[in-house]
């Protein structure tokens, strides 16, 4: 059963791994992959530092991730445990259903979405703000604005998603716990605090654990998809800057070698994650 898996991780996984010798070549594709490539070594890492906006971009694709990350956790958690408060059933997997739809659709459709209702010139949210006296607010066409519309908008796709997992744990908790914690005088807020999150704890480890490795990943698909040159201040990615080099510009040398190094970075953090989940938490994968 795991020999199909296997067979396409191989093809698309590792076979393509072949070709990070392009960032210590200075790659012309009419050569080929396997012909004679003229090295340069360390080159086009020491050309992409010497961007005088790497460390911007770099420091967009932190921001970004780390605040996704952030946020990733506390929404759903906190969502998870206000649904589970919920005695009406069928309102319940109603609103379930709602939070979970928008992880189904694409960043080409949503970005679609976004941009009709954050439109400044008759969009929903701010027409709405209209009516507080509130001047339109440019969120895809601002610098201080897009980062921040980037992680809400992330949050309201795949928070739903979470959610889902964060009530299976919540109902796999032994309900004499809330009995015991009831008849020691707790309430709802306390059998939350000491029952509750405790009791989800190993799947919170597991999904920030999991997280840890992509804050280099601030996503490619929902930024590609809605920025602009305007907010390429604040907006453009390690990922984003990646695609222009390497499929706009035929830098394919720098853009492999920005591409490694990312991976490899991801690498170590991903490490690094599972270490202190398991030195902390006693938590381990294999």
Known sequence: MLLPGLVLVIIFSYIPMIGVTIA????????????????????????????????????NTLFIAIMKIVMGLIVPITFALLLNEIRNVLFKRVMQTVIYFPYFLSWIILGGILVDILSPSGGIVNSF?????????????????????????????TFGFNTVIYLAAITSIDPS???????????????????????????????????????????????FNLYSPQVYESGDIVDTM???????????????????????????????????AYRLFNYRLF
């Open 129 to 157: 703000l209209g009516i507080f006296g509130i001047k339109p607010i440019y969120f895809l066409g601002e610098n201080s604005w897009f980062p921040y519309t980037m992680v809400a908008s992330d949050v309201w796709k």
């Open 177 to 223: 716990l809330y009995e015991a914690a009831a008849v020691d005088g707790a309430g709802r807020w306390k059998q939350t605090w000491h029952v509750t999150l405790p009791g989800m704890h190993m799947i919170i480890v597991l999904l920030m654990v999991l997280s840890l490795g992509s804050v280099l990943d601030a996503g490619f698909d929902q930024i």
């Open 242 to 276: 990646v695609y222009r080099m390497g499929l706009l510009q035929a830098q394919f040398g720098p853009s492999t070698a920005v591409g490694l190094l990312k991976s490899f970075v991801s690498f170590i953090l991903i490490s690094i994650s599972y270490l202190t």
């Open 24 to 59: 210590f070549q200075n790659f012309i594709p009419l050569k080929g992959l396997f012909g004679n490539q003229d090295w340069v070594g360390f080159g086009n890492f020491k050309y992409v530092f010497s961007m005088p906006n790497i460390w911007q971009v770099i420091w």
